[in-house]
């Protein structure tokens, strides 16, 4: 099955400053890759995905980069706020062919210095 | 509804007994699924449904889990003889058809935290 490890599992950056999260996933089938933040005690919420076909995806601040040959993608946050504080969690899948379970990174607990 | 509801928030049980946990997905999401999150952790895989079967159930730890969707939209998660490794926070999301499409996406709820004495 897939494994997908991600790191670091803390990162602290001061406000303002940009912030980097990065995965890799065994699975060469792997062809969808989301990126949720959980702020305590609440749901898990898309931020952004990216899928095989494409290599970069940004959305304002938040960007994510696959790379499909070294089987790594990243999350990048730029200008950082206060409230871009909470746990991140990468995930990869195989969609299609019956199979949509995610395979989710263990987190990083991102934290803004003001 | 206007997001997936989960009942319910809190369950507090013994070792040995039974228990359901509820997910009422999106209105009209055909695709619905179980992730499991222990503390520290990211979300764990359980069960994917598409409509009333389960399309994947694959992530299911062992036979006192066991999940239904009898008419396609509410959901029940059933485990029996409930073991104290069983706690953890039990997350249901739901998606219009699965993650196939460009524009799949989960929704979550805020999930059933289950403690076992």
């Known amino acids: 099955g897939e494994n997908v490890e991600q790191h670091p599992s803390t990162l602290s950056v001061q406000e303002g400053d940009s912030a980097v999260i990065k995965c890799t996933y065994s699975d060469s089938a792997s062809n969808y890759f989301p990126w949720y933040k959980q702020e305590l005690g609440k749901r898990p919420q898309l931020i952004i995905d990216i899928r095989s076909n494409v290599g970069e995806k940004k959305d304002q601040r938040i960007a994510v980069t696959l790379n499909k040959t070294a089987k790594h993608f990243s999350l990048h946050i730029t200008e950082t706020q206060p409230e871009d504080s909470a746990v991140y969690f990468c995930a990869a899948c195989y969609s299609g062919g019956g199979a949509d379970g995610l395979t989710f990174g263990k987190g990083t607990h991102l934290i803004i210095q003001p | 509804g206007a997001g997936v509801s989960q009942t319910p928030s809190n369950k507090v049980t013994e070792k040995g007994k039974y228990v359901e946990l509820r997910c009422d997905p999106i209105?009209?999401?055909?695709?619905l699924y179980w992730y499991r999150q222990s503390l520290g952790q990211g979300p764990e895989f359980l069960i994917y449904?598409?409509?009333?079967?389960?399309?994947?159930d694959s992530g299911l730890p062992n036979d006192r889990f066991f999940a239904v969707r009898p008419e396609g939209s509410v959901s029940t998660l059933k485990i029996q003889r409930t073991e104290r490794g069983d706690s953890a926070v039990y997350l249901c999301?739901?998606?219009?058809?699965?993650?196939?499409?460009?524009?799949?996406?989960?929704?979550f709820g805020e999930g059933s935290r289950l403690t076992v004495l």
């Open positions: 999301a739901s998606s219009l058809a699965g993650l196939t499409l460009i524009s799949g996406e989960l929704f």
């Open positions: 209105s009209g999401h055909t695709a």
């Open positions: 449904f598409q409509g009333t079967g389960a399309a994947d």
